[in-house]
């Protein structure tokens, strides 16, 4: 499995999930159809490679381009009726509309995809955990708090993107409006450099290989802060650490088999036990 952001931020967010032959996924799309088609291709893509698109939430972010390119490829969106309603409903060809439900797995490119309903400003968000026979791959932006239920179904990933929107202090020195900052800092905002720090310290495991700081605020952090309270929170784990642009997001990342080493039979057990949980 592999994985690639063709911009993260405020600006536009979208990830590509391939799961090599057997299909690839684009996950979220915030930017117009035709950006969205450039930056694909800078990511040696056609878009016509696509198996379907899902949509966390309706927010423009995440769903400008969604319907125009989807429409015009005939790819099937994947979304809550929430995020349909909201962001979709009159835009998008109905008969490419497949709805899921929060808090499901479901099929698809050959993944297991489990949709985990999470505490954000939307109608019905959720966010996402890719499973392949060999690789879990967690992506994990836009929620204001996480609760013991998103603690564990993103337990034992190989590979996480997680949200470090803002730094507390750059925030609330920063330019934005009382109001919006406290939207951004609320249980329904967005997750702190801290708080990714502290759900990392809750579902770091001896598999994961790559970690990646996403949606980071332009105005409200950096990227050298986000990395920073990662860092923090690594606590030993012998892991990558980087963090996506808006600009480009990030270039392929390919999950690889961990070695029996790093992944100890006492790992094994703990992973054996997370995975029944
Ligand atoms: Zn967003
Ligand atoms: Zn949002």
């Given at each position: 499995m592999r994985f690639a952001s063709i911009g993260s931020g405020s600006q536009g967010n979208g990830t590509l999930i391939d799961n090599g032959g057997e299909g690839t996924l684009l996950l979220d799309c915030g930017f117009s159809a035709r950006e969205a088609r450039n930056r694909i291709a800078e990511k040696s893509l056609l878009p016509a490679d696509l198996a379907g698109i899902l949509v966390t939430h309706e927010h423009g972010d995440h769903s400008k381009g969604v319907a125009t390119l989807a429409n015009s490829l005939r790819l099937p969106v994947h979304c809550t009726w929430g995020t349909y309603q909201s962001a979709l409903m009159g835009r998008l060809d109905e008969a490419l509309f497949h709805r899921i439900d929060a808090d499901s797995v479901f099929s698809l490119a050959g993944l297991d995809i489990q949709s985990v309903a999470v505490p954000h400003d939307a109608r019905e968000p959720c966010q996402f955990v890719f499973s392949s026979s060999r690789f879990r791959l967690g992506i994990l932006t836009d929620v204001g708090s996480f609760n013991r239920a998103m603690v564990a179904a993103y337990?034992?990933?190989?590979?996480l993107m997680l949200e470090c929107n803002h730094d507390l202090r750059m925030l609330a020195d920063g330019p934005y409006p009382a109001q919006l900052k406290r939207r951004v800092a609320g249980h329904f905002g967005h997750l702190n450099n801290q708080q990714a720090a502290d759900f990392l310290r809750q579902v770091?495991?001896?598999?994961?290989?790559c970690l990646i700081a996403t949606h980071?605020?332009?105005?409200?952090?950096t990227r050298a802060l986000a990395i920073d309270a990662l860092q923090q929170a690594?606590?030993?784990?012998d892991f990558a650490i980087q963090a996506a642009s808006?600009?480009?997001?990030f270039d392929w990342i390919t999950l690889q088999p961990r070695s029996n080493a790093i992944l100890s039979s006492s790992a094994e057990r703990q992973l054996a036990l997370d995975l029944e949980t």
């Open positions: 337990q034992a990933c190989d590979g770091a495991h001896p598999r994961l290989q980071i605020s332009q105005k409200n952090n690594q606590a030993g784990g808006q600009d480009n997001g």
